[in-house]
C-alpha cells in the first residue's frame, strides 16, 4: 500500500535562509506526487506537482521539488525563505492507474515557522 | 470563479444534535471528498464520490454519512455528533478521466466544535 512520511512536524528557518521540507513515499508503481500549502484559516492550495515528466518540478511562490526514485523522496525546497512562507505543508501521493481515479494519501504536514 | 464553497465555516453544537456541513462545487467535477484535519494526525478522508449515487467510505467514516444525489452537491451529516467529531472539515473537489493528473481542489473548511 502506498503511504507518504514527512520528517519533521515543525520546521523553523530564518528570514534569507534555505527551506527544505521532506516527504517520502511508499509506492510499488510510479507514483504522481503533490505538495499543498495551507496559510492560517484557509483551505489547502497546490505549490506542485510530479507526474513522471521532469524530475526537478516548479511551483509557485518559488518553491520546487525533486522526484529521486532511488530514494523514493520529494523533498520540497526553497533558496531564501520570506515571512509569507510561514504556513502548513502537506506532501500526498496518487497510485497512478492510467487516469485519475484513486485517493490521495496525505502525509502529516510540517509547519513551517520564518524567524526575521 | 472555480471554486468549492462549504458552509457552514464555524460551528459550535452540543452532543447528538444533527447537523449537516454542505459542499457545493461550480467546476464540474466528477469526484468529491470529504477530510478532517486534526493536530498532529494531518487530514484523513472521510468519505468520498466518485460521481452521482456513487459513494464510498474512507479512512475514517464511523459517525458520518453523505449522500451524491447531484453533481454540484455533496453534504456530510453528523447524525449524533459526539465530541471526538471536533474537528476541522475540508470537502475537496477533481475531475476524472484520463489526462488529469488527479489533483485536489479545496474548500476553506469547516470548523467544528462538539460541546
Known amino acids: 500500500a502506498q503511504s507518504v512520511t514527512q520528517l519533521g512536524s515543525h520546521v523553523s528557518v530564518s528570514e534569507g535562509a534555505l527551506v527544505l521540507l521532506r516527504c517520502n513515499y511508499s509506492?510499488?508503481?510510479?507514483?504522481?506526487l503533490f505538495w499543498y500549502v495551507q496559510y492560517p484559516n484557509q483551505g489547502l492550495q497546490l505549490l506542485l506537482k510530479?507526474?513522471?515528466?521532469?524530475?526537478l518540478v516548479k511551483g509557485i511562490n518559488g518553491f520546487e521539488a525533486e522526484f529521486k526514485k532511488s530514494e523514493t523522496s520529494f523533498h520540497l525546497t526553497k533558496p531564501s525563505a520570506h515571512m509569507s512562507d510561514a504556513a502548513e505543508y502537506f506532501c500526498?501521493?496518487?497510485?497512478?492507474?492510467?487516469?485519475?481515479?484513486?485517493?490521495?494519501?496525505f502525509g502529516k504536514g510540517t509547519k513551517l515557522s520564518v524567524k526575521p | 470563479e472555480a471554486q468549492v464553497t462549504q458552509n457552514p465555516r464555524y460551528l459550535i453544537t452540543v452532543t447528538g444534535k444533527k447537523l449537516t456541513v454542505t459542499c457545493s462545487q461550480n467546476m464540474n467535477h466528477e469526484y468529491m471528498s470529504w477530510y478532517r484535519q486534526d493536530p498532529g494526525l494531518g487530514l484523513r478522508q472521510i468519505y468520498y464520490?466518485?460521481?452521482?449515487?456513487?459513494?464510498d467510505k474512507g479512512d475514517v467514516p464511523e459517525g458520518y454519512k453523505v449522500s451524491r444525489k447531484e453533481k454540484r452537491n455533496f453534504p456530510l451529516i453528523l447524525e449524533s455528533p459526539s465530541p471526538n467529531q471536533t474537528s476541522l472539515y475540508f470537502c475537496?473537489?477533481?475531475?476524472?478521466?484520463?489526462?488529469?493528473?488527479?489533483?485536489?481542489?479545496f474548500g476553506e473548511g469547516s470548523r467544528l466544535t462538539v460541546l
Open positions: 509506492s510499488s508503481v510510479p507514483p504522481y
Open positions: 464520490s466518485m460521481n452521482v449515487e456513487v459513494t
Open positions: 500526498a501521493v496518487r497510485l497512478h492507474k492510467g487516469g485519475s481515479q484513486g485517493n490521495l494519501i
Open positions: 475537496a473537489s477533481k475531475p476524472q478521466g484520463q489526462g488529469f493528473t488527479g489533483e485536489l481542489f
Open positions: 510530479y507526474t513522471s515528466a521532469a524530475t
